[in-house]
Protein backbone atom coordinates (compact mmCIF):
# COMPACT_ATOMS: atom_id res chain seq x y z
CA UNK A 1 0.00 0.00 0.00
CA UNK A 2 1.21 3.61 -0.52
CA UNK A 3 2.04 5.87 1.80
CA UNK A 4 0.46 9.32 1.64
CA UNK A 5 0.79 12.83 3.13
CA UNK A 6 -1.57 14.94 2.30
CA UNK A 7 -0.44 19.31 2.73
CA UNK A 8 -3.32 21.64 2.89
CA UNK A 9 -3.43 25.18 4.17
CA UNK A 10 -3.99 28.51 2.52
CA UNK A 11 -1.88 30.46 -0.12
CA UNK A 12 1.83 31.17 0.90
CA UNK A 13 2.02 28.86 3.75
CA UNK A 14 5.70 27.14 1.55
CA UNK A 15 3.40 24.13 0.93
CA UNK A 16 5.15 23.22 -2.26
CA UNK A 17 8.79 24.51 -1.42
CA UNK A 18 8.11 22.32 1.69
CA UNK A 19 6.42 19.09 -0.21
CA UNK A 20 9.20 19.10 -2.58
CA UNK A 21 12.03 18.78 0.26
CA UNK A 22 10.43 15.95 2.16
CA UNK A 23 9.15 14.33 -1.30
CA UNK A 24 13.49 14.50 -1.92
CA UNK A 25 14.34 13.31 1.41
CA UNK A 26 12.02 10.78 1.15
CA UNK A 27 11.79 9.93 -2.74
CA UNK A 28 8.36 10.23 -2.66
CA UNK A 29 6.39 12.03 -5.76
CA UNK A 30 5.37 15.33 -5.28
CA UNK A 31 1.97 16.08 -6.45
CA UNK A 32 1.01 19.72 -7.01
CA UNK A 33 -2.97 19.32 -7.08
CA UNK A 34 -2.81 23.79 -7.43
CA UNK A 35 -0.71 23.18 -10.93
CA UNK A 36 -3.76 21.09 -12.00
CA UNK A 37 -5.90 24.10 -11.00
CA UNK A 38 -3.75 26.40 -12.34
CA UNK A 39 -3.65 24.16 -15.82
CA UNK A 40 -7.68 24.41 -16.17
CA UNK A 41 -7.80 27.64 -15.71
CA UNK A 42 -5.04 28.72 -18.41
CA UNK A 43 -7.26 26.18 -20.82
CA UNK A 44 -10.37 28.30 -19.89
CA UNK A 45 -8.12 31.88 -20.45
CA UNK A 46 -6.81 30.46 -23.48
CA UNK A 47 -10.12 29.44 -24.78
CA UNK A 48 -11.83 32.89 -23.70
CA UNK A 49 -14.69 31.30 -21.03
CA UNK A 50 -14.97 33.76 -18.57
CA UNK A 51 -15.00 31.90 -15.10
CA UNK A 52 -18.86 32.79 -14.17
CA UNK A 53 -20.01 31.29 -17.65
CA UNK A 54 -20.45 28.01 -15.60
CA UNK A 55 -22.05 26.07 -18.40
CA UNK A 56 -19.29 26.25 -20.84
CA UNK A 57 -16.99 25.40 -17.92
CA UNK A 58 -18.62 22.43 -17.13
CA UNK A 59 -18.96 21.25 -20.39
CA UNK A 60 -15.15 22.14 -20.92
CA UNK A 61 -14.56 19.84 -18.12
CA UNK A 62 -15.48 16.85 -19.63
CA UNK A 63 -12.71 16.51 -21.49
CA UNK A 64 -10.10 18.92 -20.65
CA UNK A 65 -6.75 16.77 -21.36
CA UNK A 66 -5.01 17.56 -18.55
CA UNK A 67 -2.34 14.99 -17.55
CA UNK A 68 1.03 14.72 -14.99
CA UNK A 69 4.26 13.57 -15.81
CA UNK A 70 7.74 14.09 -14.02
CA UNK A 71 10.80 14.99 -14.96
CA UNK A 72 13.04 13.89 -12.32
CA UNK A 73 11.46 15.25 -8.98
CA UNK A 74 9.66 17.88 -10.50
CA UNK A 75 5.89 17.66 -11.82
CA UNK A 76 5.35 18.69 -15.21
CA UNK A 77 1.34 19.41 -16.17
CA UNK A 78 0.31 18.45 -19.96
CA UNK A 79 -2.49 20.44 -21.14
CA UNK A 80 -3.39 18.31 -24.58
CA UNK A 81 0.24 17.13 -24.63
CA UNK A 82 1.51 20.95 -24.67
CA UNK A 83 4.23 21.06 -21.46
CA UNK A 84 2.53 24.10 -19.52
CA UNK A 85 4.11 24.31 -16.01
CA UNK A 86 6.23 27.27 -16.75
CA UNK A 87 3.01 28.98 -17.78
CA UNK A 88 1.37 27.97 -14.47
CA UNK A 89 2.82 30.24 -11.83
CA UNK A 90 1.42 33.44 -13.42
CA UNK A 91 -0.83 35.71 -10.87
CA UNK A 92 -3.63 35.95 -13.63
CA UNK A 93 -3.62 32.10 -13.76
CA UNK A 94 -3.46 31.81 -9.79
CA UNK A 95 -6.50 34.14 -9.34
CA UNK A 96 -8.89 32.72 -12.18
CA UNK A 97 -7.40 29.57 -10.05
CA UNK A 98 -8.29 30.03 -7.13
CA UNK A 99 -12.28 31.44 -8.79
CA UNK A 100 -13.41 28.50 -11.12
CA UNK A 101 -11.40 25.96 -8.06
CA UNK A 102 -14.92 26.68 -6.31
CA UNK A 103 -16.62 25.13 -9.29
CA UNK A 104 -18.03 21.60 -8.76
CA UNK A 105 -17.36 20.54 -11.88
CA UNK A 106 -14.00 21.99 -12.30
CA UNK A 107 -13.11 19.69 -8.80
CA UNK A 108 -14.92 16.57 -9.73
CA UNK A 109 -13.02 16.58 -12.86
CA UNK A 110 -9.19 16.28 -10.85
CA UNK A 111 -10.92 14.47 -8.64
CA UNK A 112 -9.98 11.15 -9.54
CA UNK A 113 -6.49 12.24 -11.41
CA UNK A 114 -5.62 12.98 -7.55
CA UNK A 115 -6.62 9.62 -5.86
CA UNK A 116 -5.18 8.00 -8.75
CA UNK A 117 -1.53 8.94 -8.35
CA UNK A 118 -1.82 8.66 -4.71
CA UNK A 119 -2.92 5.28 -5.03
CA UNK A 120 -0.33 4.08 -7.32
CA UNK A 121 2.78 5.32 -5.81
CA UNK A 122 4.20 6.79 -2.31
CA UNK A 123 3.05 11.07 -2.17
CA UNK A 124 3.20 14.19 -0.89
CA UNK A 125 0.11 15.87 -2.34
CA UNK A 126 -0.74 19.64 -1.31
CA UNK A 127 -3.70 21.75 -1.88
CA UNK A 128 -6.62 22.97 0.21
CA UNK A 129 -8.99 19.90 0.27
CA UNK A 130 -6.36 16.78 0.23
CA UNK A 131 -6.99 15.67 3.89
CA UNK A 132 -10.56 16.62 3.88
CA UNK A 133 -11.68 15.72 0.38
CA UNK A 134 -9.53 13.54 -1.50
CA UNK A 135 -7.21 11.64 0.55
CA UNK A 136 -9.45 11.20 4.11
CA UNK A 137 -7.30 7.72 4.29
CA UNK A 138 -4.22 9.72 4.32
CA UNK A 139 -1.13 8.31 6.64
CA UNK A 140 -0.17 11.86 7.55
CA UNK A 141 -1.94 15.33 7.55
CA UNK A 142 -0.48 18.14 7.81
CA UNK A 143 -2.13 22.33 7.86
CA UNK A 144 0.21 24.43 6.94
CA UNK A 145 0.05 28.06 7.85
CA UNK A 146 1.29 31.17 8.86
CA UNK A 147 0.49 34.69 9.24
CA UNK A 148 -0.89 36.54 6.27
CA UNK A 149 1.58 39.41 6.58
CA UNK A 150 4.28 36.73 6.41
CA UNK A 151 2.61 34.94 3.27
CA UNK A 152 2.44 38.55 1.63
CA UNK A 153 5.91 38.83 2.12
CA UNK A 154 7.62 35.62 1.04
CA UNK A 155 5.58 35.80 -2.52
CA UNK A 156 7.26 39.38 -2.63
CA UNK A 157 10.18 38.56 -1.90
CA UNK A 158 10.07 35.48 -4.38
CA UNK A 159 9.16 38.02 -7.28
CA UNK A 160 11.50 40.24 -6.70
CA UNK A 161 13.91 37.62 -6.49
CA UNK A 162 12.72 36.92 -10.53
CA UNK A 163 13.00 40.29 -11.14
CA UNK A 164 9.54 40.70 -11.65
CA UNK A 165 7.46 44.00 -10.53
CA UNK A 166 5.89 43.45 -6.95
CA UNK A 167 4.09 45.30 -4.73
CA UNK A 168 3.05 44.30 -1.41
CA UNK A 169 0.12 45.72 -0.70
CA UNK A 170 -1.60 44.41 -3.69
CA UNK A 171 0.09 40.66 -3.01
CA UNK A 172 -1.58 41.36 0.54
CA UNK A 173 -4.95 42.55 -0.51
CA UNK A 174 -5.23 39.45 -3.21
CA UNK A 175 -3.68 36.83 -0.52
CA UNK A 176 -6.94 37.77 1.63
CA UNK A 177 -9.32 37.74 -1.22
CA UNK A 178 -7.98 33.98 -2.14
CA UNK A 179 -7.65 33.07 1.32
CA UNK A 180 -11.94 34.05 1.60
CA UNK A 181 -12.80 32.43 -1.50
CA UNK A 182 -10.83 29.12 -0.63
CA UNK A 183 -12.46 29.06 2.91
CA UNK A 184 -15.83 30.31 2.17
CA UNK A 185 -16.43 28.20 -1.04
CA UNK A 186 -19.25 25.58 -0.76
CA UNK A 187 -17.68 22.71 -2.51
CA UNK A 188 -14.67 21.28 -0.65
CA UNK A 189 -13.32 24.59 1.19
CA UNK A 190 -10.09 25.35 2.51
CA UNK A 191 -10.13 23.41 6.17
CA UNK A 192 -7.98 21.98 8.38
CA UNK A 193 -9.13 17.77 9.01
CA UNK A 194 -9.91 16.99 12.47
CA UNK A 195 -6.52 14.41 12.56
CA UNK A 196 -4.27 17.31 10.55
CA UNK A 197 -1.21 18.26 12.66
CA UNK A 198 -1.15 21.83 12.77
CA UNK A 199 2.00 23.73 11.51
CA UNK A 200 2.52 27.02 11.86
CA UNK A 201 5.16 28.64 9.79
CA UNK A 202 5.51 32.43 10.53
CA UNK A 203 8.49 31.96 12.45
CA UNK A 204 10.24 28.93 11.10
CA UNK A 205 12.79 28.76 8.70
CA UNK A 206 12.32 25.71 5.41
CA UNK A 207 14.71 24.05 6.90
CA UNK A 208 13.16 23.65 10.72
CA UNK A 209 9.69 22.88 8.90
CA UNK A 210 11.25 20.55 6.66
CA UNK A 211 12.88 18.53 9.55
CA UNK A 212 9.20 19.01 11.84
CA UNK A 213 7.47 16.90 8.66
CA UNK A 214 9.48 14.39 8.67
CA UNK A 215 10.06 13.68 12.05
CA UNK A 216 5.77 13.46 12.26
CA UNK A 217 6.71 10.84 8.93
CA UNK A 218 8.86 9.11 11.01
CA UNK A 219 6.69 8.49 14.18
CA UNK A 220 4.02 7.02 11.42
CA UNK A 221 5.97 5.10 9.22
CA UNK A 222 5.67 1.49 10.61
CA UNK A 223 5.54 -0.36 7.64
O1 LIG B 1 -1.83 26.35 -4.34
P1 LIG B 1 -2.04 27.23 -5.59
O2 LIG B 1 -1.86 28.71 -5.32
O3 LIG B 1 -1.23 26.76 -6.75
O4 LIG B 1 -3.58 27.01 -5.98
C1 LIG B 1 -4.23 27.80 -6.94
C2 LIG B 1 -5.72 27.87 -6.60
O5 LIG B 1 -6.29 26.56 -6.81
C3 LIG B 1 -6.03 28.25 -5.17
O6 LIG B 1 -6.49 29.57 -5.02
C4 LIG B 1 -7.13 27.34 -4.74
C5 LIG B 1 -7.20 26.27 -5.78
N1 LIG B 1 -6.93 24.94 -5.24
C6 LIG B 1 -7.99 24.25 -4.73
O7 LIG B 1 -9.10 24.76 -4.67
N2 LIG B 1 -7.81 22.97 -4.29
C7 LIG B 1 -6.61 22.40 -4.32
N3 LIG B 1 -6.48 21.14 -3.89
C8 LIG B 1 -5.49 23.12 -4.82
C9 LIG B 1 -5.68 24.40 -5.26
Not at 56 to 76: L, T
Amino acid sequence: MSFNIAVDGPAGAGKSTIAKRVAAALSFHYVDTGAMYRAIALYLIRSGIPPEDTEAIGNACRDIPISIGYSGQEQQVFLNGENVTGELRAEKVGNMASIVSANPMVREALLSLQRRLAREQDVIMDGRDIGTNILPEAQLKIFLTASTEKRADRRYRELLEKGEPADFEKIRRDIEERDNRDRNRKTAPLRQAPDAVLVDTTDMDIDQVTERILELYRERAVR
